[in-house]
């Protein structure tokens, strides 16, 4: 079993910022994501990333969101910058393997205009 630990949610401002972090129990090796889910909608993807750094990104966040990874740390994050309130959602770290998937316990953003 994987744990996921999400931290650095909160409320803040269109065009500002925030750093999410995800603390994961295990050596990472497998593909990281950051999905999120707004009211009333599905879960969708934000962004991935694989140990080596190759990342991919939702058309929506492109230009806004980083997703990076700190192997030492076993710790992923998303810096996301000129928030929109559109980017208002509770987001979700994924570990995905070829052996098993696991999800965090969401961490909520809000985004206010």
């Known amino acids: 079993q994987v744990r996921l630990v999400e931290s650095g949610g909160g409320l803040v401002q269109a065009g500002g910022s925030l750093r999410l972090s995800c603390a994961v129990s295990v050596n990472i090796y497998a593909i990281m994501g950051w999905y999120r889910q707004a009211p009333g909608q599905q879960r969708e993807l934000t962004a991935t990333i694989t140990r080596a750094g190759v990342t991919n990104y939702a058309d929506s966040v492109k230009g806004r969101f980083t997703i990076s990874i700190d192997n030492a740390k076993n710790t992923v994050y998303l810096q996301m910058n000129s928030l929109k309130p559109e980017d208002t959602a509770v987001y979700f770290c994924?570990?995905?393997?070829?052996?098993?998937?696991?999800w965090g316990q969401g961490t909520q953003v809000t985004v206010s205009s």
């Open positions: 994924n570990y995905r393997s070829a052996f098993l998937a696991s």
